[in-house]
């Protein structure tokens, strides 16, 4: 079955650390993944993805995410973290259709 | 430059009240078009998605229909609100043809069933 494991739900940080949320996918899952961020009562906003190519993805924000076949993992990171990405994030592979984790809430504190 | 956007933002509606959302993409042509529910808690539900105008798949049995009757617009419906159906829908585009699974979203539309 195709699936998209987030395994943690909840993060919490302090404002500069470093972050990683972590992402596996199911082999069935396809090769294309996405990371999203969703900020509160917003739509979701492609953070990065991976489609091809080299294995470091870089994206907006200051965010990167390192596909790893071996382990079946998509990875999310940050060096420092800042207040304003506290949010809801969400790891995505493409199947037959977009199959989406259960979220990961990163909360940075001061 | 393609935009996607959903009314009404926020909705309160009373069990066994109709429904209807609506969603609109604008700059691109014959998009894959999408609708999602966010319950509190959750992650993401496909509920409907579309190919065409007229050809919706449904994802998931339940009180709620879509229809397509233009190739840009998108309307979620449900005949009788139940509260299980409070939660935040969004809708989401896809470029036709390009199976890479990237979606874009709208800015969702969170629905209050009292």
């Known amino acids: ?11 919490p940080v302090f404002e500069e650390a470093p972050v990683e949320l972590r992402c ?11 990371w999203y961020v969703q900020y509160p009562n917003q739509g979701l906003q492609l953070l990065l993805k991976y489609l091809s190519g080299s294995t470091l993805v870089k994206g907006i924000n200051g965010f990167e995410a390192e596909f790893n076949k071996s382990q079946t993992s998509f990875h999310l990171r940050k060096p420092s973290v800042h207040i304003s990405d506290t949010a809801e994030y969400f ?19 001061s | 430059s393609q935009t996607i956007h959903q009314w009404p933002a926020t909705l309160v509606q ?12 604008e700059g ?3 998009p894959n078009l999408y609708w ?10 496909l509920l409907f998605y579309s190919v065409g105008i007229g050809q919706i798949s449904s994802e998931v049995p339940q009180n709620l229909s879509a229809s397509r009757p233009q190739d840009r617009q998108f309307i979620l419906s449900s005949k ?3 509260l299980s159906d409070s939660g935040f829908y969004l809708c989401a585009w896809s470029r036709a043809g390009v199976n890479t699974g990237e979606l874009f979203f709208g800015e969702g539309s969170r629905l209050t069933v009292l």
Not at chain 1, 24 to 34: G, I, M, Q, T
Not at chain 2, 14 to 25: A, D, W
């Open chain 2, 28 to 30: 691109t042509s014959n």
């Open chain 1, 24 to 34: 596996n996918y199911s082999s069935s899952v396809s090769v294309y993944l996405f």
């Open chain 2, 36 to 45: 999602y529910r966010q319950a509190a808690g959750r992650g993401l539900q």
């Open chain 1, 1 to 11: 079955a195709q699936s998209v494991t987030q395994l943690d739900s909840q993060v």
């Open chain 2, 14 to 25: 009373p069990v066994g009240s109709p429904l209807s959302l609506e969603c609109t993409v």
């Open chain 1, 91 to 109: 790891c995505a592979g493409y199947g037959t259709a977009l199959i989406f984790g259960k979220g990961t809430t990163l909360s940075v504190s």
């Open chain 2, 80 to 82: 009788k609100l139940l």
